[in-house]
């Protein structure tokens, strides 16, 4: 990690979804409580989606999601965010049994203003990474921003909520115009509750 982040205020945006209930809580009351815990844990909210239904990911593996997302300012590095969404999770009794498994908590760093990271090159790799790979491998770092949220309507359409002019530093398209290029039954699938 030999990079140097401005630690002022940086701006990021973090995605949050859930599909299993806690504590006899469903998924839409976890992520409210994990948007008070984050806060507490002194990330700044500068601005909260909606909350949306979405269908599980990949498809019949498990209860549909309830997905949003936060844009929030911090002064601390994206590895220290990361660490933090990390105990949140823990707090939250997500269990990481499973690539795209069923969770309690998912809290995923999304982007960061334009930073790239590890490096362009890892970056990319991960960016082309084939469809078989991605289900099996997870990366031993953070990569940003998250190499697949082009793909994901559940992922794009909470963040048009809260940064839809932010522009991906490496495709080279705003939030709004990602979604546009989704397919329409994927947009369609992500409904606001």
């Not at 909606?50 to 269908?55: C, E, G, K, L, N």
Request: with cysteine; hydrophobic share 45%; glycine share 4%.
């Amino acid at each position: 990690m030999g990079f140097e982040v401005d630690k002022s205020l940086s701006k990021a945006v973090i995605a949050l979804g859930a599909n299993l209930s806690l504590r006899g809580n469903g998924p839409k009351v976890t992520l409210e409580q994990s948007l008070v815990a984050m806060a507490e844990a002194g990330l700044v909210i500068r601005a909260k989606s909606r909350f949306f239904a979405t269908p599980c990911f990949p498809a019949g593996a498990g209860p549909d999601y309830v997905n949003a997302a936060v844009s929030i300012e911090t002064d601390q590095s994206p590895h220290e965010v990361l660490a933090l969404l990390h105990r949140i999770e823990h707090d939250f009794e997500r269990a990481r049994e499973q690539r795209w498994g069923m969770r309690t908590l998912d809290l995923d760093l999304v982007c960061w203003g334009d930073l790239v990271l590890p490096d362009d090159v890892e970056y990319h790799r991960w960016l082309t990474l084939p469809n078989e790979e991605q289900a099996i491998s997870a990366p031993e770092t953070l990569i940003l921003p998250h190499p697949r949220l082009q793909d994901r309507a559940f992922v794009l359409v909470p963040i048009a909520d809260v940064a839809p002019d932010w522009r991906h530093p490496v495709l080279d398209k705003t939030v709004t115009q990602m979604v546009a290029a989704l397919p329409r039954e994927d947009v369609a699938e992500v409904k606001p509750l």
